[in-house]
């Protein structure tokens, strides 16, 4: 009985008293990170649901049937922003490879400059800028048209494109490609043998987040690509504008797998040897 009374002293209960602020703490993280989540998937297979019910009436696939049919648009739509968000890739990395590889390996005067110059796009509201945009488009008949939407995408997405670029060829040690050089291969050849296959990871992961950032873009979908290039980001906006929340949450789980299963994928690819170097 002393030995179980000399066990508990007031720092074993301070101890287990620090689990409950800390279980609050995890506990309002979970809530705020997955209660959105599981009403998203709560409202996709809805049939019936509203207040004061905390929980569906009535389950069903019904929606579901109707987001896929031929008049739903939702086909037309994803395979839009499929085809916008690799051709995005595509140009966005022709020219972030060459780009990332001259500022990472030449001394180039106002590297720094050069760098901040991709962040210009992020640096102004999208609104205005889009509608000058559209309107410039709009002269030269690329508003409306997949190409166009592509350029609008490939504005924003080599902000990625070049900056991981650049950390990934920068984190390759120029010595490698020197020793390539000095066995005889030539500039092109030493770059495609050694450098591009070290960097291949950064710009493995430079091509996720440009791709998952043109299959999220709203903005320049709207005003460059709307109404004649059906975006499922648009599609999320005019469900969720009328109300139909069913539909709105099965396009939005739609925009969400992909998005989920490319970070994993990211977080594989990308290490912190590139992270590091990100910027420099």
């Known amino acids: 009985m002393t030995h179980a009374t000399t066990m508990f002293t007031p720092a074993r209960a301070l101890s287990a008293l620090w689990w409950v602020p800390r279980g609050v703490i995890f506990g309002l993280m979970a809530f705020f990170i997955f209660?959105?989540?599981?009403?998203?998937?709560?409202?996709?297979?809805?049939?019936?649901?509203?207040?004061?019910?905390?929980?569906?009436l009535q389950y069903g696939f019904s929606y579901w049937a109707q987001v896929f049919a031929p008049r739903g648009g939702a086909v037309e739509s994803l395979t839009n922003s499929i085809i916008v968000a690799v051709l995005t890739v595509v140009?966005?990395?022709?020219?972030?490879?060459?780009?990332?590889?001259?500022?990472?390996?030449?001394?180039?005067?106002?590297?720094?400059?050069?760098?901040?110059?991709?962040?210009?796009?992020?640096?102004?509201?999208?609104?205005?800028?889009?509608?000058?945009?559209?309107?410039?488009?709009?002269?030269?008949?690329?508003?409306?048209?997949?190409?166009?939407?592509?350029?609008?995408?490939?504005?924003?997405?080599?902000?990625?494109?070049?900056?991981?670029?650049?950390?990934?060829?920068?984190?390759?040690?120029?010595?490698?490609e020197q020793a390539a050089r000095s066995m005889g291969a030539g500039p092109l050849r030493a770059f495609l043998d050694v450098t591009l296959p070290l960097a291949m990871p950064g710009l493995m992961a430079s091509a996720i987040f440009v791709f998952l950032e043109?299959?999220?873009?709203?903005?320049?979908?709207?005003?460059?690509?709307?109404?004649?290039?059906?975006?499922?980001?648009?599609?999320?906006?005019?469900?969720?504008?009328?109300?139909?929340?069913?539909?709105?949450?099965?396009?939005?789980?739609?925009?969400?797998i992909p998005s989920i299963v490319f970070m994993l994928v990211v977080e594989r690819f990308l290490k912190?040897?590139?992270?590091?170097?990100?910027g420099h």
């Open 35 to 56: 209660g959105p989540l599981a009403n998203l998937l709560f409202w996709t297979v809805a049939e019936k649901w509203y207040f004061p019910h905390s929980l569906p």
């Open 91 to 176: 140009v966005s990395l022709a020219l972030a490879i060459p780009a990332g590889y001259a500022l990472a390996r030449l001394k180039l005067p106002l590297r720094g400059l050069i760098l901040l110059a991709f962040l210009i796009p992020q640096a102004f509201p999208n609104l205005t800028v889009y509608v000058n945009v559209a309107r410039i488009f709009y002269e030269i008949r690329l508003n409306g048209t997949i190409p166009g939407v592509v350029l609008v995408h490939v504005s924003h997405g080599l902000v990625y494109a070049v900056w991981i670029a650049t950390a990934a060829f920068s984190a390759i040690d120029a010595e490698l």
């Open 214 to 256: 043109s299959l999220d873009e709203f903005t320049g979908s709207y005003f460059v690509g709307a109404p004649d290039v059906n975006m499922l980001p648009l599609l999320l906006y005019t469900a969720g504008a009328g109300d139909n929340y069913q539909i709105a949450s099965i396009t939005a789980l739609l925009l969400l």
């Open 272 to 278: 912190a040897d590139v992270l590091s170097r990100v």
